[in-house]
Protein backbone atom coordinates (compact mmCIF):
# COMPACT_ATOMS: atom_id res chain seq x y z
CA UNK A 1 0.00 0.00 0.00
CA UNK A 2 1.00 3.41 -1.11
CA UNK A 3 0.88 5.90 2.28
CA UNK A 4 2.77 9.38 2.20
CA UNK A 5 5.03 8.39 -0.65
CA UNK A 6 5.92 4.85 1.67
CA UNK A 7 5.25 1.48 0.61
CA UNK A 8 4.54 -0.35 3.29
CA UNK A 9 4.98 -3.88 3.91
CA UNK A 10 1.75 -5.86 4.08
CA UNK A 11 1.95 -8.31 7.11
CA UNK A 12 -1.25 -10.45 7.89
CA UNK A 13 -0.79 -11.92 11.91
CA UNK A 14 -2.67 -15.16 12.19
CA UNK A 15 -3.29 -15.76 16.11
CA UNK A 16 -3.88 -12.15 17.15
CA UNK A 17 -5.98 -12.56 20.61
CA UNK A 18 -3.14 -15.40 22.25
CA UNK A 19 -0.82 -14.26 24.76
CA UNK A 20 2.02 -13.75 21.96
CA UNK A 21 -0.51 -12.82 18.81
CA UNK A 22 -1.47 -9.75 21.42
CA UNK A 23 2.24 -8.80 22.16
CA UNK A 24 3.17 -8.70 18.66
CA UNK A 25 -0.04 -7.04 16.99
CA UNK A 26 0.96 -4.21 19.36
CA UNK A 27 4.24 -4.09 18.63
CA UNK A 28 4.55 -4.25 14.91
CA UNK A 29 1.42 -1.96 14.81
CA UNK A 30 4.59 0.37 16.38
CA UNK A 31 5.82 0.58 13.07
CA UNK A 32 5.33 3.26 10.71
CA UNK A 33 6.40 0.70 7.85
CA UNK A 34 3.89 -2.11 7.84
CA UNK A 35 0.41 -2.60 6.79
CA UNK A 36 -1.38 -4.92 9.48
CA UNK A 37 -3.96 -7.22 9.73
CA UNK A 38 -4.53 -9.28 12.46
CA UNK A 39 -6.74 -12.38 12.81
CA UNK A 40 -7.98 -14.83 15.53
CA UNK A 41 -10.48 -17.18 16.73
CA UNK A 42 -12.70 -14.31 18.32
CA UNK A 43 -15.49 -12.07 16.77
CA UNK A 44 -13.50 -9.15 18.10
CA UNK A 45 -10.09 -8.29 18.67
CA UNK A 46 -8.14 -7.40 22.18
CA UNK A 47 -6.24 -4.94 20.78
CA UNK A 48 -7.46 -1.62 19.20
CA UNK A 49 -6.69 0.66 16.51
CA UNK A 50 -5.63 -2.39 14.29
CA UNK A 51 -7.44 -3.69 11.38
CA UNK A 52 -9.18 -7.07 12.60
CA UNK A 53 -10.97 -10.19 11.10
CA UNK A 54 -12.32 -13.18 12.81
CA UNK A 55 -10.62 -16.44 11.34
CA UNK A 56 -10.64 -19.72 12.12
CA UNK A 57 -7.38 -21.34 9.81
CA UNK A 58 -9.24 -24.83 10.30
CA UNK A 59 -11.57 -23.44 7.20
CA UNK A 60 -9.63 -23.98 4.05
CA UNK A 61 -11.83 -21.46 1.62
CA UNK A 62 -11.59 -18.57 4.60
CA UNK A 63 -7.99 -19.16 4.68
CA UNK A 64 -7.93 -18.58 0.60
CA UNK A 65 -9.95 -15.61 0.72
CA UNK A 66 -8.66 -13.66 3.31
CA UNK A 67 -4.95 -14.29 2.55
CA UNK A 68 -5.85 -14.24 -1.48
CA UNK A 69 -7.79 -10.81 -0.39
CA UNK A 70 -5.16 -9.13 1.65
CA UNK A 71 -2.47 -10.22 -0.17
CA UNK A 72 0.39 -10.10 2.36
CA UNK A 73 3.82 -10.19 2.29
CA UNK A 74 4.58 -11.94 5.18
CA UNK A 75 2.22 -14.22 7.27
CA UNK A 76 2.82 -14.64 10.89
CA UNK A 77 1.25 -17.40 12.64
CA UNK A 78 1.06 -17.65 16.48
CA UNK A 79 -2.36 -19.37 16.29
CA UNK A 80 -2.29 -22.49 17.15
CA UNK A 81 -4.23 -25.07 19.96
CA UNK A 82 -2.00 -24.74 23.04
CA UNK A 83 -3.58 -27.01 25.46
CA UNK A 84 -0.86 -28.86 26.16
CA UNK A 85 -2.87 -31.86 28.01
CA UNK A 86 -6.24 -31.56 26.27
CA UNK A 87 -4.30 -32.30 23.34
CA UNK A 88 -3.80 -35.96 24.38
CA UNK A 89 -7.56 -36.27 24.49
CA UNK A 90 -8.99 -34.12 22.21
CA UNK A 91 -6.29 -35.22 19.14
CA UNK A 92 -8.63 -34.48 16.40
CA UNK A 93 -9.21 -31.11 17.47
CA UNK A 94 -5.40 -30.61 17.94
CA UNK A 95 -4.38 -32.19 15.11
CA UNK A 96 -6.84 -29.93 12.88
CA UNK A 97 -5.62 -26.73 14.24
CA UNK A 98 -2.04 -27.28 14.66
CA UNK A 99 -1.62 -29.30 11.45
CA UNK A 100 -4.69 -28.75 9.14
CA UNK A 101 -5.12 -24.96 9.80
CA UNK A 102 -1.11 -25.16 9.60
CA UNK A 103 -1.23 -26.89 5.70
CA UNK A 104 -4.10 -24.25 4.84
CA UNK A 105 -2.01 -21.04 5.81
CA UNK A 106 1.26 -22.78 4.05
CA UNK A 107 -0.68 -23.22 0.89
CA UNK A 108 -2.27 -19.85 0.40
CA UNK A 109 1.03 -18.09 1.33
CA UNK A 110 2.78 -20.65 -1.82
CA UNK A 111 0.22 -19.51 -3.97
CA UNK A 112 0.67 -15.66 -3.26
CA UNK A 113 4.51 -16.33 -2.70
CA UNK A 114 3.90 -14.12 0.54
CA UNK A 115 6.92 -15.18 3.51
CA UNK A 116 5.52 -17.51 6.10
CA UNK A 117 6.87 -16.87 9.93
CA UNK A 118 5.49 -19.82 11.82
CA UNK A 119 5.98 -20.11 15.69
CA UNK A 120 7.07 -23.65 16.88
CA UNK A 121 8.21 -25.23 20.24
CA UNK A 122 10.64 -26.93 21.92
CA UNK A 123 8.28 -29.50 22.75
CA UNK A 124 9.18 -31.12 19.72
CA UNK A 125 11.82 -32.90 21.40
CA UNK A 126 11.97 -35.71 23.93
CA UNK A 127 13.86 -33.56 26.70
CA UNK A 128 16.93 -35.75 27.21
CA UNK A 129 19.69 -33.82 26.00
CA UNK A 130 18.61 -30.06 25.92
CA UNK A 131 19.19 -27.75 25.48
CA UNK A 132 18.57 -27.84 21.92
CA UNK A 133 20.19 -26.38 18.65
CA UNK A 134 18.51 -26.14 14.98
CA UNK A 135 20.17 -28.88 14.04
CA UNK A 136 18.95 -31.35 16.80
CA UNK A 137 17.04 -34.54 15.71
CA UNK A 138 13.18 -33.90 17.25
CA UNK A 139 11.57 -36.40 18.67
CA UNK A 140 7.98 -35.42 20.40
CA UNK A 141 7.08 -36.98 23.39
CA UNK A 142 3.32 -35.73 23.70
CA UNK A 143 0.55 -35.13 21.09
CA UNK A 144 0.74 -31.59 21.56
CA UNK A 145 4.40 -31.95 20.19
CA UNK A 146 3.54 -34.22 17.05
CA UNK A 147 0.92 -32.06 16.21
CA UNK A 148 3.72 -29.11 15.95
CA UNK A 149 6.64 -31.44 14.45
CA UNK A 150 4.29 -32.44 11.82
CA UNK A 151 3.26 -28.93 11.10
CA UNK A 152 6.73 -27.87 11.03
CA UNK A 153 7.28 -30.95 8.10
CA UNK A 154 4.13 -29.86 6.27
CA UNK A 155 5.73 -26.10 5.85
CA UNK A 156 9.28 -27.26 4.79
CA UNK A 157 7.60 -29.40 2.26
CA UNK A 158 4.93 -27.37 0.61
CA UNK A 159 6.82 -25.13 -1.25
CA UNK A 160 6.33 -21.97 0.76
CA UNK A 161 9.74 -19.54 1.99
CA UNK A 162 9.44 -19.77 5.75
CA UNK A 163 10.80 -19.34 8.91
CA UNK A 164 10.05 -21.06 12.08
CA UNK A 165 10.93 -20.13 15.06
CA UNK A 166 11.01 -22.31 17.96
CA UNK A 167 10.63 -20.99 21.59
CA UNK A 168 9.66 -22.21 25.08
CA UNK A 169 7.82 -21.08 28.11
CA UNK A 170 6.55 -17.64 27.16
CA UNK A 171 6.23 -15.13 29.59
CA UNK A 172 5.62 -11.25 29.58
CA UNK A 173 3.09 -8.81 30.05
CA UNK A 174 -0.15 -9.75 28.99
CA UNK A 175 -3.32 -7.64 29.10
CA UNK A 176 -5.84 -9.89 28.06
CA UNK A 177 -6.96 -13.58 28.72
CA UNK A 178 -5.16 -15.88 30.95
CA UNK A 179 -2.12 -14.28 32.64
CA UNK A 180 1.39 -15.40 31.74
CA UNK A 181 3.64 -17.86 34.61
CA UNK A 182 5.19 -14.45 36.40
CA UNK A 183 2.23 -12.58 36.86
CA UNK A 184 0.41 -16.08 37.81
CA UNK A 185 3.48 -16.31 40.35
CA UNK A 186 2.60 -13.20 42.42
CA UNK A 187 -1.25 -13.22 42.47
CA UNK A 188 -0.99 -16.88 43.93
CA UNK A 189 1.79 -15.75 46.43
CA UNK A 190 0.57 -11.91 47.02
CA UNK A 191 -2.35 -14.31 47.95
CA UNK A 192 -0.67 -16.40 50.58
CA UNK A 193 -1.58 -19.50 48.10
CA UNK A 194 0.82 -22.53 48.34
CA UNK A 195 2.25 -23.15 44.96
CA UNK A 196 3.38 -26.81 43.99
CA UNK A 197 6.82 -26.27 41.12
CA UNK A 198 8.79 -28.51 39.16
CA UNK A 199 12.49 -29.12 40.09
CA UNK A 200 13.13 -31.51 37.20
CA UNK A 201 11.76 -29.13 34.26
CA UNK A 202 14.32 -26.95 32.87
CA UNK A 203 14.67 -24.74 29.95
CA UNK A 204 15.17 -20.97 29.01
CA UNK A 205 11.99 -19.01 29.63
CA UNK A 206 11.57 -16.50 26.91
CA UNK A 207 10.15 -13.17 27.50
CA UNK A 208 7.36 -11.78 24.81
CA UNK A 209 9.22 -8.47 23.75
CA UNK A 210 11.94 -10.38 23.02
CA UNK A 211 10.48 -12.55 20.67
CA UNK A 212 8.54 -10.54 19.22
CA UNK A 213 12.28 -8.46 18.36
CA UNK A 214 13.42 -11.59 16.95
CA UNK A 215 10.71 -11.39 14.50
CA UNK A 216 10.66 -8.14 13.39
CA UNK A 217 14.48 -8.83 12.52
CA UNK A 218 13.19 -11.59 10.34
CA UNK A 219 11.08 -9.43 8.11
CA UNK A 220 14.04 -6.94 8.41
CA UNK A 221 16.93 -9.19 7.44
CA UNK A 222 14.15 -11.47 5.15
CA UNK A 223 16.01 -14.37 6.99
CA UNK A 224 14.52 -17.92 6.20
CA UNK A 225 14.42 -20.98 7.99
CA UNK A 226 14.39 -22.54 11.37
CA UNK A 227 15.82 -20.19 14.41
CA UNK A 228 15.57 -21.19 17.90
CA UNK A 229 14.50 -17.76 20.11
CA UNK A 230 14.55 -18.74 23.72
CA UNK A 231 15.36 -16.39 26.83
CA UNK A 232 18.34 -15.53 28.02
CA UNK A 233 19.10 -18.24 30.44
CA UNK A 234 18.07 -22.23 31.52
CA UNK A 235 17.05 -23.02 34.64
CA UNK A 236 14.21 -25.29 36.47
CA UNK A 237 11.02 -24.16 36.83
CA UNK A 238 11.50 -24.10 40.33
CA UNK A 239 14.77 -21.91 39.92
CA UNK A 240 12.91 -19.51 37.97
CA UNK A 241 10.08 -19.15 39.89
CA UNK A 242 12.22 -18.29 43.25
CA UNK A 243 13.59 -16.02 40.76
CA UNK A 244 10.39 -14.30 40.60
CA UNK A 245 9.91 -14.84 44.22
CA UNK A 246 13.11 -12.72 45.06
CA UNK A 247 12.57 -9.88 42.50
CA UNK A 248 9.05 -8.86 43.60
CA UNK A 249 9.96 -9.43 47.13
CA UNK A 250 7.13 -12.74 47.56
CA UNK A 251 7.10 -15.03 50.34
CA UNK A 252 9.17 -17.96 48.91
CA UNK A 253 8.19 -20.88 51.52
CA UNK A 254 5.02 -20.50 49.69
CA UNK A 255 6.76 -22.61 46.58
CA UNK A 256 7.02 -26.47 47.49
CA UNK A 257 9.28 -28.69 45.34
CA UNK A 258 7.70 -31.23 43.22
CA UNK A 259 8.68 -33.43 40.73
CA UNK A 260 7.20 -34.00 37.41
CA UNK A 261 5.64 -37.53 38.00
CA UNK A 262 3.68 -35.74 41.13
CA UNK A 263 1.49 -33.89 39.07
CA UNK A 264 0.61 -36.89 36.96
CA UNK A 265 -0.61 -35.13 34.06
CA UNK A 266 -1.91 -36.69 31.09
CA UNK A 267 0.84 -35.30 28.85
CA UNK A 268 4.53 -36.28 29.36
CA UNK A 269 6.75 -33.62 29.50
CA UNK A 270 10.17 -32.78 28.14
CA UNK A 271 12.36 -32.50 31.05
CA UNK A 272 16.30 -31.32 30.06
CA UNK A 273 14.57 -29.16 27.68
CA UNK A 274 15.92 -25.61 26.02
CA UNK A 275 17.16 -23.76 23.19
CA UNK A 276 20.33 -22.66 22.11
CA UNK A 277 20.46 -18.87 20.95
CA UNK A 278 23.48 -19.20 19.16
CA UNK A 279 22.27 -18.77 15.45
CA UNK A 280 19.89 -16.27 15.78
CA UNK A 281 22.49 -14.14 18.23
CA UNK A 282 24.75 -14.35 14.90
CA UNK A 283 22.35 -13.39 12.13
CA UNK A 284 19.43 -11.93 13.92
CA UNK A 285 21.26 -9.91 16.51
CA UNK A 286 19.23 -11.52 18.26
CA UNK A 287 19.90 -10.39 22.27
CA UNK A 288 17.61 -11.77 24.77
CA UNK A 289 17.43 -9.52 27.89
CA UNK A 290 18.17 -11.31 31.74
CA UNK A 291 15.11 -12.33 34.12
CA UNK A 292 15.78 -9.45 36.71
CA UNK A 293 15.42 -7.18 32.75
CA UNK A 294 12.13 -8.54 31.78
CA UNK A 295 10.81 -8.50 36.02
CA UNK A 296 11.84 -4.85 36.37
CA UNK A 297 10.10 -4.28 32.70
CA UNK A 298 7.08 -6.23 33.67
CA UNK A 299 6.77 -4.30 37.00
CA UNK A 300 7.09 -0.88 35.21
CA UNK A 301 4.32 -1.78 32.64
CA UNK A 302 2.14 -2.96 34.75
CA UNK A 303 2.97 -1.18 38.72
CA UNK A 304 3.13 -4.49 40.43
N1 LIG B 1 3.09 -20.22 25.41
C1 LIG B 1 4.23 -20.86 25.38
O1 LIG B 1 4.88 -21.04 26.41
C2 LIG B 1 4.80 -21.35 24.07
C3 LIG B 1 6.04 -21.99 24.07
C4 LIG B 1 6.58 -22.40 22.84
C5 LIG B 1 5.91 -22.19 21.67
N2 LIG B 1 4.68 -21.58 21.70
C6 LIG B 1 4.00 -21.39 20.42
O2 LIG B 1 3.80 -20.00 20.24
C7 LIG B 1 2.57 -19.76 19.55
C8 LIG B 1 1.74 -18.80 20.36
O3 LIG B 1 1.49 -19.37 21.65
P1 LIG B 1 0.57 -18.63 22.72
O4 LIG B 1 1.01 -19.07 24.06
O5 LIG B 1 0.49 -17.19 22.39
O6 LIG B 1 -0.82 -19.34 22.43
P2 LIG B 1 -2.28 -18.92 22.89
O7 LIG B 1 -2.23 -17.86 23.92
O8 LIG B 1 -3.01 -20.19 23.22
O9 LIG B 1 -2.86 -18.29 21.59
C9 LIG B 1 -3.21 -19.04 20.46
C10 LIG B 1 -4.27 -18.28 19.71
O10 LIG B 1 -4.70 -19.09 18.60
C11 LIG B 1 -6.11 -19.00 18.52
N3 LIG B 1 -6.67 -20.14 17.82
C12 LIG B 1 -6.87 -21.40 18.27
N4 LIG B 1 -7.49 -22.14 17.34
C13 LIG B 1 -7.69 -21.32 16.26
C14 LIG B 1 -8.29 -21.49 15.00
N5 LIG B 1 -8.83 -22.67 14.62
N6 LIG B 1 -8.33 -20.45 14.15
C15 LIG B 1 -7.81 -19.25 14.52
N7 LIG B 1 -7.24 -19.02 15.70
C16 LIG B 1 -7.18 -20.05 16.58
C17 LIG B 1 -6.53 -19.00 19.97
O11 LIG B 1 -7.88 -18.59 20.10
P3 LIG B 1 -8.73 -19.16 21.37
O12 LIG B 1 -8.02 -18.69 22.59
O13 LIG B 1 -10.08 -18.57 21.17
O14 LIG B 1 -8.71 -20.66 21.22
C18 LIG B 1 -5.54 -18.01 20.56
O15 LIG B 1 -5.97 -16.68 20.37
C19 LIG B 1 1.94 -21.14 19.33
O16 LIG B 1 2.27 -21.59 18.06
C20 LIG B 1 2.62 -22.01 20.38
O17 LIG B 1 2.66 -23.35 19.96
C21 LIG B 1 4.13 -21.14 22.86
Wanted: charged share 25%; net charge neutral; with cysteine.
Amino acid sequence: MINSGIIKTRILIIGSNGMLGQRLTEFLSESKKFELLAVSAEEKSFIRGVEYKSLDITLKQKVKELILNFFPDFVINVAAYTNVDKSESEKEIAWKVNVNGVENIALYSWTIDAHLIHLSTDYIFDGKSGPYTEEDKPFPINYYGRTKLAAENSIRTSGVRFTIIRSNVLYGPVKFGRPDYVRWVINSLRSGKEIRIVTDQFNNPTYLDDICSAINKVIEYNKEGIYNIGGFEVLSRYEFTLRIADYFLLDKTLIKPILTEDLKQPAPRPLKSGLINLKAETELGYKPKSLEETFALIKKEFDI
